[in-house]
């Protein structure tokens, strides 16, 4: 079965830390670009990390640089996301998604400044910074 499955979520005080996993099952995700999402109550899904399929090259929104590292582990089929000094905010739902369809099932999704990925765009994994 193809899918990506994201774990890692939960409660975090500000100023914590969290590592969130992008495990992909039914292929392999190195030959993709693979990308963090998230979503809070109310608002638009946005991009937060992203690398890149060639060169591993990543790229981080503004809100985020320099506190979340996306990184991968081909042996492990998985992507990463490290999210250190994490900032008080309402609960978000965290998906990883690639930029490429993994199957003739994949459910692509436009996000604002960043295209169309392709994701099961499930249950996520959510976070949650608070005191």
């Known amino acids: 079965q193809v899918q990506l499955v994201e774990s890692g979520g939960g409660l975090v005080q500000p100023g914590g830390s969290l590592r969130l996993s992008c495990a992909a099952s039914g292929f392999t995700l190195d030959t993709y670009g693979v990308g963090w999402f998230r979503q809070a109550p109310g608002k638009e899904r946005e991009g937060v990390s992203w690398?890149?399929?060639?060169?591993?090259?990543?790229y981080n929104a503004d809100a985020v640089k320099g506190r979340f590292t996306i990184t991968r582990d081909n042996a492990k089929n998985t992507v990463y996301l490290q999210m250190n000094s994490l900032r008080r905010e309402k609960r978000a739902v965290y998906y990883c998604?690639?930029?490429?369809?993994?199957?003739?099932?994949?459910?692509?999704?436009?996000?604002?400044?960043?295209?169309?990925?392709?994701?099961?765009w499930g249950q996520g994994t959510q976070v949650t910074v608070s005191s």
């Open positions: 690398i890149s399929r060639s060169d591993g090259s990543t």
């Open positions: 998604a690639t930029d490429a369809p993994t199957s003739p099932s994949a459910n692509g999704r436009v996000i604002a400044g960043m295209g169309v990925w392709f994701g099961t």
